[in-house]
């Protein structure tokens, strides 16, 4: 059921750029209507179906209130006819918004949005883990495509829809380290190899958390798995 409304929050800012990108500007009211039918079509139950509506729309009112959309930007940017390789490993994906912020300078923002729990700061555990690792490979999808190489990655950043205890939305920017964007390219890479030789490492060895993953990662990228 989170999935299924946070598709539709999706499917809702993917309609209000596109509109916007066609010089139209929907009110509030006509963005929410189109949440409405978006949520209306995953076919939940009654009871839950109002529960999600009343949620999604108190989340996307919040979230409306200070985004920013503009003309141009670009929604759901698809990676898999675009020829990106980290190595051997053909990479694919799909990021929710890329900002143009400069068309003369070719400098872009990548935006992720998340409809989960929100947060002001970077943690250290296994959910911020991936959330990095996200971004790191949307940048990777950037620098290495056809249609976008020529380009450079001014910012990435998580948009959280859902309010904090403030009733803000929070924004969450990733702080580029070059030690952990090419540790993401090495493990891409590892992985790679390991799913093309149909080689599937044990895990049982490893815990279930943040420590867990990073020294299961740290083995899979020097050979140890």
Request: with cysteine; aromatic share 12%.
């Amino acid at each position: 059921c989170i999935r299924d409304s946070g598709s539709a929050i999706h499917e809702t800012l993917e309609w209000l750029q596109l509109e916007i990108n066609r010089e139209r500007k929907p009110t509030l009211a006509q963005t929410l209507g189109y949440f409405d039918r978006a949520m209306i079509s995953k076919k939940l139950a009654p009871e839950e179906t109002k529960r999600r509506l009343e949620q999604g729309r108190f989340e996307l009112e919040k979230y409306l209130a200070s985004a920013s959309f503009k003309k141009g930007d670009q929604t759901e940017v698809k990676f898999k006819n675009e020829g990106v390789f980290v190595g051997e490993a053909h990479l694919n994906g799909k990021i929710d918004k890329l900002e143009i912020l400069d068309k003369t300078a070719k400098t872009l923002a990548i935006v992720d949005y998340k409809t989960g729990s929100p947060a002001s700061k970077w943690g250290y555990d296994l959910k911020f883990h991936k959330y990095k690792q996200q971004l790191y490979l949307y940048k990777m999808l950037i620098e290495g495509s056809a249609k976008w190489r020529d380009w450079t990655v001014a910012s990435e950043r998580l948009d959280f829809i859902k309010p904090d205890a403030s009733g803000a939305s929070p924004s969450l920017e990733l702080k580029f380290a070059r030690e952990e964007f090419e540790e993401t390219k090495k493990l891409l890479e590892a992985m790679w190899q390991h799913v093309q030789a149909l080689n599937f490492p044990d895990i049982s060895g490893y815990s279930a958390d943040f420590a867990g993953t990073k020294k299961f990662e740290a083995d899979l990228i020097a050979g140890k798995t």
